[in-house]
């Protein structure tokens, strides 16, 4: 579920955040939305983006009877991205409001920040563990003691020297062609960057094959584990799918 892109060359660099959503890609290209644009990630933009994130963090849907604690599952899933490697970040807009974004990472030395991130953010959810913060939602703490003790075990392989991506739409925007145009923005950068590859991950399960969408665009999968972020509220198996492709 989650976020890392490393380009294959160190062309790009000074160009310069599910639990993944999928990329919502439908058989057929739909016509994007006339009012939408894309445009590159600004400083301003960053509480919509945090916001957005905890919106759809829960399989598309709000986080919250996951994990009460926005702002720490916002800092654990776009702070790195947004400190390190903010002009691969891309914003969609509707009359100034943001409807969607695009995350993005290509330095070598972005696993190193994603993990010290990782770290940090995790420290403070086990320290307000401990001062009872989670105390009246059991959901919360199971979250901690899952990202503790499973997180990291149950994420799947990705490829070497590629650049990684994770976005998340609005729900009334998914399906609408603006997924495209942020996709579209992110390989041109990638392209002019030299980055051969990239990858994503999202979650699937039965009846939501994500992956099945993406083997029409060119990705296929690279590595998927089980997790059980989602148990027992799910009873259907879950993985998190890591899908790649050429640029």
């Not at 894309?38 to 957005?52: C, E, F, M, T």
């Not at 969408?213 to 509220?233: A, C, H, I, N, W």
Request: positive net charge; proline residues 7%.
């Amino acid at each position: 579920m989650i976020l890392r892109f490393l380009n294959g060359a160190e062309a790009g660099t000074s160009d310069l955040p599910s639990i993944l959503e999928p990329l919502p890609l439908p058989l057929k290209t739909p016509a994007a939305l006339p009012r939408v644009r894309v445009r590159g990630y600004q400083p301003a933009d960053r509480d919509a983006i945090r916001a957005l994130c905890c919106e759809t963090g829960y399989l598309g849907n709000p986080i919250d009877a996951l994990f009460q604690d926005r702002e720490l599952f916002a800092d654990l899933f776009t702070k790195a991205y947004l400190e390190h490697q903010a002009p691969w970040a891309f914003v969609a807009e509707d009359n100034g409001r943001v409807v969607g974004y695009l995350l993005g990472a290509v330095s070598r030395s972005f696993e190193l920040q994603l993990l010290r991130c990782g770290f940090v953010t995790a420290s403070r959810m086990v320290l307000r563990l401990v001062a009872g913060r989670y105390a009246g939602h059991p959901r919360s703490r199971r979250f901690v003691r899952w990202l503790l003790t499973a997180g990291f075990r149950e994420q799947p392989r990705h490829p070497a020297n590629a650049a990684h991506l994770h976005w998340d739409v609005e729900k009334n925007y998914r399906g609408r062609g603006v997924p495209q145009q942020l996709w579209a923005a992110y390989a041109a950068r990638l392209r002019t960057a030299k980055v051969r590859q990239c990858y994503g991950a999202f979650f699937s399960y039965p009846g939501r094959r994500p992956e099945l969408v993406y083997s029409r665009y060119g990705f296929s999968v690279f590595d998927r584990k089980r997790t059980t972020l989602f148990e027992p509220e799910l009873t259907d198996p879950v993985e998190v799918v890591c899908v790649h492709r050429p640029i």
